[in-house]
């Protein structure tokens, strides 16, 4: 991957369970995004954090950020079979470019 | 509400052959992004086109070409094509600009094209 590493490359959980993945990066960035993608479907944004922002909510989803340590984290709480996606973190390499991790597979189990 | 087009949703072609994605990004987007993944791949950054004009550039090999048209739509033509093309070709569009960090993405279902 061009900017990082995605960690779990896999997971599998329970319904209702949460869900963590994480996310590394290697340049300074303006913003990290999360996106989510179905099997063989098209990326679909969930949140943005902006580089002086540490932590944001929405619905269900948290996402942290840490620029020291460059990495970044997304919180599922109480999953649904609904959920089952890939999960990608996004940064910002430059106006015009968006550069993807690598990753994570999620599996929530009904 | 409208999203971005893309079209064909599959491609076969054979090796050496060439092969053209269309892309029509959401009204009022002035910003179009090409991404290539390959099976079980994390999407690659070709290149992306404001107001027609090439904004930044990635791994995009020589044989790939592309632009934006006066409508906005984006083409990306593929040339001399290898088995290893075979992938699927996300176009995505936002009203970002270039002189703003890159915001949010819209992304087409996206083009499969299969190289035999």
């Known amino acids: 991957s061009q900017q990082g590493e995605e960690d779990p490359q896999a997971l599998s959980i329970q319904e209702g369970e949460n869900a963590t993945m994480n996310c590394s990066y290697k340049t300074s960035i303006n913003n990290l995004q999360w996106y989510r993608q179905n099997s063989g479907r098209g990326l679909v944004h969930l949140i943005l954090?902006?580089?002086?922002?540490r932590e944001k909510h929405s619905g269900r989803l948290r996402v942290t950020l840490d620029t020291s340590k460059k990495s970044s984290s997304l919180l599922i709480t109480a999953s649904r079979a609904a959920d089952t996606a890939s999960y990608f973190c996004a940064t910002d390499a430059g106006p015009g470019k968006l550069i993807f991790g690598q990753g994570t597979t999620l599996q929530v189990k009904p | 509400a409208a999203g971005v087009i893309q079209s064909p949703r599959h491609l076969i072609k054979e090796k050496r052959e060439t092969a053209t994605l269309k892309c029509y990004p959401i009204p009022r987007h002035d910003t179009v992004y090409w991404y290539q993944q390959g099976p079980g791949q994390d999407p690659q950054f070709l290149i992306s086109f404001y107001e027609k004009m090439q904004s930044d550039k990635g791994s995009i090999p020589d044989r790939f070409s592309a632009q934006q048209f006066s409508d906005y739509h984006s083409e990306l033509n593929m040339s001399s094509l290898e088995l290893g093309d075979s992938a699927l070709y996300f176009c995505?569009?936002?009203?970002?600009?270039?002189?703003?960090?890159?915001?949010?993405?819209?992304f087409g279902e996206g083009s499969r094209l299969t190289v035999l």
């Open positions: 954090i902006r580089s002086n922002e």
């Open positions: 995505a569009s936002s009203s970002s600009g270039p002189l703003t960090n890159t915001g949010e993405l819209f």
